[in-house]
């Protein structure tokens, strides 16, 4: 294996690949959470919904999409990134399209069903198996990259999306959604014309993963190591989900204004685009196994913060520490499914675990908010939610000590 280079070379070298992960990651944005979350209260309006239908129809729309992802995302084994991607992000601009002119509330079911699996799914998917696969003794570092562009989507769309709902009617802009996602397509296949293996990608073969061996999603499946890393991701993509989904309820128990916690929110994306670019580079000279019993730790620190939380500045330090363990989210899960199972049907492989990931985000929201309905105060929950991450974290202790010694004696 090639020694990494300088990440400003890294960037020189690879430099349409890299692009083009950060595009898709950026694109995924139609489909996330923090985003759909923007236009809730016009949706609700229009549609005539209370909150709790609301939370319902997106956990029904988000949970469909997580039972396809299994089925489809294999996909990204038998195309071509220039093919697949493409495909991806015209479906994800007829998704936005349909939100723009769906004009019954009993098909918003269907309307998140499509964002959310042509957004949140299969874009971010392809992208992460894209830069798996494309890069080796750099794919901590590619998936860092790659990463930036949902950063900057987290980072700009929700401020520019509410200035621009105080003059433009909030279905035009999903109609210049769809419009933005097919000028990409044309950005896509300008940068992949010439789609071959970047240099960092050995020339041969695929990597091997444990065993020194190509695993397939039916061996992964059997696999404890698998299931051990579970529990991570889908309390991660759940619970970090519940948060942000219920924040103006969270802001108003804690006597805030919705605005000022908002205010804080940028704290947290400035970390985690540092976060990201220190796990990039630490995954590339530790291997990413290293550190995946860790990187859960600071989610179970600003949860407990959360919690207590008695002003402001406690739960800015708690997004702040929410930002690191999302450096952590962006860049390791994508290295590990790569490094313990090989390239070779990677696509397959990480849209199972793409899958768990989507229903967390569906079962989260749903979960949190029936038991606040139920009288568990959100606060309580919060320290709930850290005792999960704690456990997430310890249960890969073991299975992740076996699979380095099963990784020393690959051939």
Request: net charge positive; with cysteine.
């Amino acid at each position: 294996m090639s020694q990494p280079t300088g990440y400003l070379a890294f960037i020189r070298e690879n430099i349409p690949f890299l692009a083009t992960g950060a595009l898709l990651s950026f694109l995924s944005s139609f489909g996330q959470t923090f985003f759909i979350s923007i236009f809730g209260g016009e949706i609700r309006e229009t549609y005539g919904l209370s909150n709790g239908d609301w939370g319902l129809i997106y956990m029904i729309g988000t949970g469909a999409s997580a039972v396809l992802m299994v089925f489809v995302g294999g996909l990204a084994d038998r195309f071509r990134v220039r093919s697949l991607g493409i495909v991806v992000i015209v479906m994800l601009a007829s998704a936005c399209l349909f939100m723009a002119f769906n004009a019954v509330a009993a098909l918003l079911p269907f309307v998140v069903f499509a964002l959310r699996f042509t957004g949140q799914g299969m874009t971010s998917h392809v992208a992460t198996v894209a830069m798996s696969r494309w890069f080796i003794a750099t794919r901590g570092r590619a998936l860092a990259v790659a990463a930036f562009g949902f950063m900057l989507g987290e980072a700009t769309l929700p401020l520019t999306m509410v200035w621009l709902k105080s003059f433009i009617e909030w279905r035009t802009l999903w109609v210049c959604f769809a419009v933005f996602c097919v000028f990409a397509c044309f950005v896509l296949y300008r940068l992949l014309r010439l789609e071959r293996t970047p240099q960092s990608m050995a020339e041969t073969t695929q990597a091997t993963g444990m065993g020194g061996k190509h695993w397939t999603r039916a061996d992964a499946l059997r696999h404890p190591l698998f299931w051990a890393m579970i529990p991570a991701v889908m309390s991660f993509s759940g619970f970090g989900t519940a948060f942000w989904f219920h924040q103006a309820h969270f802001a108003e128990i804690k006597g805030w204004s919705h605005l000022a916690l908002v205010s804080v929110f940028p704290l947290g994306t400035l970390m985690l685009a540092l976060s990201t670019i220190g796990y990039g580079w630490a995954i590339d000279r530790f291997g990413a196994i290293r550190l995946l019993p860790i990187y859960l730790i600071p989610y179970v620190v600003a949860f407990i913060l959360h919690w207590y939380a008695p002003s402001l500045a406690w739960t800015a330090l708690a997004v702040v520490l929410m930002g690191i363990a999302g450096g952590g989210q962006a860049t390791l899960l994508n290295a590990c499914w790569a490094e313990f199972y090989g390239t070779k049907h990677i696509g397959a492989i990480k849209s199972a675990a793409a899958a768990l990931m989507v229903l967390g985000s569906a079962i989260g929201p749903g979960l949190s908010g029936w038991l606040i309905d139920q009288s568990v105060g959100f606060e309580v929950q919060m320290l709930g939610y850290a005792a999960a991450f704690a456990f997430a974290a310890l249960i890969l202790i073991i299975p992740t000590q076996r699979a380095r010694q099963a990784l020393a004696v690959s051939p």
